[in-house]
Structures are given as structure tokens and as C-alpha cells.
């Protein structure tokens, strides 16, 4: 790995068989970019989209540049990453022989620490209030994972327009039960790594680069790099369905 950067200080979030690679119709160009959503802890489910895929996917892309939702902390010692655990699985070990750079989008320290403590306290007001509205949110949360794995099968739906759609309806369900403690905290926390990753892509402009977030938020973080990259952009649903 040539070199790890910091997050800067900005204010203000294999599944190709082997007949398929070999049918790659487009092969990346140098100054690409494109937004990957991971799926967290449901690769180890979602049989059209394992770690195994997520693995390839990257290394097809071949990226000179990658932009990963971690704090910079765990980056500078590939710690474990909850709720994450796509990061132990796959990047740390592709780091050991990365010669590209690699750079952490998410908030840390203090700034991490006051919105974190700000959605605990407003999910804990939550629960204290109404233990059903609680356990509605939390069914909420098990449905719309169960219709995306039902939807998700082949890995370009796991990047595409439907997944964000549902990704959202359940960020609204948060914000409407949880509340605008909840709202004000995530939304700086996405802004924030928008701004990481568009301030990384603006000074890698002859770089292909590879921002990594999740499917909760791939969405908004291609929308970020749009409004500053977009003749370099490429679609991560349209590239997977090309390649795979």
C-alpha cells in the first residue's frame, strides 16, 4: 500500500463466473469514477453479492484511488469496523498488497463522538417514550432488508434506483419516529463524508477512483460526486451490468 491519508479537515457523511470475465465489454478508463455500495453484514447472505464478489468487483475496477466509509483511525491500524464487517473481510486484506492510495471518509474524534452520542440519545428518547414505536421501527428495519434480498437478484440491483428508494423510505421512517436530534445528526454525518469524497476526487483528477460507502447511502454520496465530477462518473449499475 503506497499511502494512507487522513480524512481532511473539512467542515461538513468473484461473483462473475469465469466464462463472464472473460465477456467484459468495458474496460475502465484512466480518470473513472464510480460509488460502490456494500452490504454490510448481509453479504454474508446474499448469495448474488458475497464477499467474494465485492472482492472482484474492486479488483476489476482496478482503482487508483480509494475512498472507504471508515474513520481514519481504523484505517491507520485496519481495526475492526462494527457493523462493517465487510472491512476485515475483504479491504484490509486487499490493502496488504494495495499500491494505490487510500483515503477515510468518515467523521472521528470529537466530531464523531457528538454525532454518535446525538442519534444514541435520540433512538434512547425513542425507546423511553414508546417501547412499540421501538419495536415497529426495528420491524421496519427486518421487512425492508428481507424485500431487498427478495429484489436482489444479481449484484447491479444491489447498486440501482429501487435499492436507494427503499434505503430511504426506511431513513424516513427513522426520522419520523426518532425525530430531528436523529435528522440533524445523520445528515451532517452524510454531508461530511460527502465532502470527503468529493475533496478526494477533485485532487486525484487524472486518478480512477473507487468510493466505497453502502447501499444505505450510495446514493447520496454519487450525488455528491456528481455535482463536481460528472463527466467522470460512471454508474455502478450500469458498469456491473456490462461486466457480469
Request: aromatic content about 8%; charged content about 25%.
Amino acid at each position: 500500500m503506497k499511502s494512507i491519508l487522513p480524512v481532511l479537515p473539512i467542515l461538513l457523511t468473484l461473483f462473475a463466473s469465469s466464462a463472464g470475465a472473460t465477456d467484459r465489454t468495458h474496460t475502465p478508463m484512466p480518470d473513472d469514477v464510480i460509488v460502490l455500495g456494500a452490504l454490510h453484514a448481509m453479504h454474508e447472505t446474499e448469495s448474488s453479492f458475497d464477499y467474494e464478489s465485492l472482492r472482484e468487483i474492486i479488483s476489476s475496477f482496478d482503482p487508483d484511488l480509494m475512498v472507504l466509509e471508515v474513520k481514519p483511525t481504523e484505517l491507520a491500524k485496519l481495526s475492526d469496523t462494527r457493523g462493517r464487517p465487510e472491512y476485515p473481510e475483504v479491504l484490509w486484506p486487499m490493502l496488504s498488497s494495495y499500491e494505490g492510495t487510500v483515503v477515510a471518509m468518515e467523521p472521528d474524534g470529537d466530531l464523531y463522538n457528538e454525532l454518535t452520542g446525538a442519534a444514541s440519545q435520540a433512538f434512547g428518547d425513542l425507546t423511553a417514550r414508546s417501547e412499540n414505536d421501538w419495536d415497529a421501527l426495528n420491524s421496519h428495519n427486518a421487512a425492508t432488508k428481507a424485500v431487498l434480498q427478495a429484489y436482489w437478484t444479481n449484484i447491479a440491483r444491489t447498486q440501482d434506483s429501487t435499492t436507494a428508494a427503499l434505503a430511504t423510505g426506511f431513513y424516513e421512517a427513522q426520522v419520523a419516529l426518532a425525530g430531528d436530534t436523529y435528522a440533524k445528526a445523520q445528515t451532517r454525518w452524510e454531508a461530511f463524508m460527502s465532502e470527503e469524497a468529493k475533496n478526494a476526487v477533485l485532487s486525484h483528477s487524472n486518478k480512477r477512483v473507487l468510493v466505497l460507502g453502502s447501499y444505505k447511502n450510495r446514493h447520496i454520496l454519487e450525488a455528491a460526486i456528481r455535482d463536481v465530477a460528472d463527466e467522470r462518473l460512471v454508474s455502478a449499475d450500469s458498469w456491473i451490468r456490462e461486466n457480469w
